[in-house]
């Protein structure tokens, strides 16, 4: 029989298992209050983080949902259209006085409002949203605090490494400057393209460009211009542009109007009101400049000019299919996606097809001149011809037979004919049809185009009144009449070059100093008559005196005959 274990050796069995339980029981407790004292730790250290976060730092928590970082990434909405709300005028030229007097100091403290009020948040519930955030931060759905803390902690590393979207947007503001909007560098013109966020002001002759946020820098760009196709003319105010700051940008004037297409800024005034300078300063430069837009485009104009919008109105409402502004009385603040301030030009009274959008030629300006005022297709021939047509006998002026018909322009006050009748009788002599005008500024193009069309020559002596050129058909002449004073060179840069580019016929003729009305008035030893060149030496003014604006011409028609006969054999080629 087996004895039972003794007291002594069964209590000395079951020590060492006591001892180890203790001993677990004792580890575990003491993990379970280090576990629960370095959650205490971490929750007292991050509610004080967060709530030293949530009051210094409360744009970056506001930043910190997708939502604005997608914000940050994408250029700014447009500005709203007018309403009720919108800022009346006055505000608006405050806005632009505040930033031409440097307050930006004052707008960079209103950064942070001015964000939260694009929110829709007002002002007064400035605290109330603040509290919202650090809440939010608290009392975080569906996450640990541990997770939270991973959060914040990828935050703040973020951002002291650069990576995030405002330390980027720091590093722009205070890198290079923005892009120039305006280019200086033509000797004929300033031209100024904004694309994206341009205001024109009109009452201040100013336009303004708010840049994306991630381009806008520290300090914005100035330019004063011209916006006419002669920079250097006296008689044009300058239109500013400005590329603002990042803060002027929080402070730049509300748009008042939207509008959907580009607009074009130019000045009507200057040396207009003489048909070539119309032409060659106003209405070919903004063809070259609005042409390609095929009228959707707005016009803004700076000293308008109410003759030149009536006489080449057909021309304006083609290039625009918009109501023109007088942008001087404009007082609102017009929003476009695009906006160009000046015009640009080739040279007088010419386009380079190399530096046009559509490669576009004098050609292509005359054609297009023609369709607006419904003159036939190019396709017909120069007038005489086609009404000769389908009659016997020839085109040489027999009976039955229409004369080539050559339009006569006498000037008003300088470089005209003194001998009209007897020039008039003998181009009759050389077997033309005469038509004798004397263009006023208030003619009505749409008659006086189709009156030119009808004619197969235009005949004047150099000066503005040839510029109607543009009506003639292809192949018909221009004859244009040089006056005394080495004047050639101006007679074949200003008018031969561009009637031979538009497949006119040129022919000209130029007068002896006895043809010219400096001779009866200074006689034949003043160096006016006696020795031109010697006048261009002391200056363009003295040649301006004498042959532009003190000559008149009185034509021998007997030296003149061989040229009319020239012309005419010209026609029937």
Known sequence: ?????????????????????????????????????????????????????????????????????????????????????????????????????????????????????????????????????????????????????????????????????????????????????????????????????????????????????????????????????????????????KTLSAAESLVAPECTSQHAVPAVVFAMNGLTSNPWHDFSDVIVPLFITARAYDGEVQFLVTDLQPWFVDKYRLILANLSRYDIVDFNKDAGVRCHPRIVVGLRSHRDLGIDPARTPRNYTLLDFRMYIRDIFSLPPDGLGIPYKEANKNASGGVDGGTGKRKPRLMLINRGRNRKFVNIPEISAAVQAAGFEVVVVEPRRDLRLEEFSKAVDSCDVLMGAHGAGLTNFFFLRTDAAMLQVVPWGHMEHSAMIFYGVQAKEMRLRDVEYSITAEESTLYEKYGKDHPAVSDPESIHKQGWQLGMKYYWLEQDIRLNVTRFAPTLHQVLRTLQE
């Open 1 to 241: 029989m087996t004895a039972d274990p003794s007291p002594s050796s069964s209590s000395a069995a079951a020590a060492p298992s006591v001892k180890g339980v203790a001993r677990a029981l004792s580890q575990h407790h003491r993990a379970v209050v280090g576990f629960l004292f370095g959650f205490f730790v971490i929750l007292v250290l991050y509610t004080t983080a967060s709530g030293q976060f949530g009051t210094t730092n409360t744009i970056v928590a506001l930043r910190s949902t997708p939502a604005e970082q997608n914000a940050r990434t994408s250029p700014p909405p447009p500005p709203p259209p007018a309403s009720s709300s919108a800022p009346n005028n006055n505000s608006a030229q405050g806005a632009v006085h505040d930033m031409e007097n440097g307050k930006k100091d004052e707008a960079a403290k209103t950064m942070g409002q001015v964000r939260i009020e694009d929110k829709n948040v007002p002002g007064t519930e400035m605290n109330k949203t603040i509290d919202n955030v650090q809440t939010n931060r608290t009392d975080l759905s569906s996450q640990t605090v541990n997770e939270a803390s991973d959060r914040m902690e990828e935050e703040l590393i973020r951002q002291e490494l650069g990576q995030d979207g405002d330390k980027n947007e720091s590093n722009v503001k205070h890198g290079a400057p923005p892009k120039p909007v305006c280019d200086l560098s033509d000797p004929r013109y300033d031209i100024c393209e904004i694309s994206g966020d341009a205001r024109a002001i009109g009452v201040n002759r100013t336009i303004l460009y708010v840049p994306p946020t991630a381009e806008r820098g520290a300090d914005g760009q100035e330019w004063a211009i011209k916006d006419q196709s002669r920079k250097y003319l006296e008689y044009i105010e300058k239109v500013k542009v």
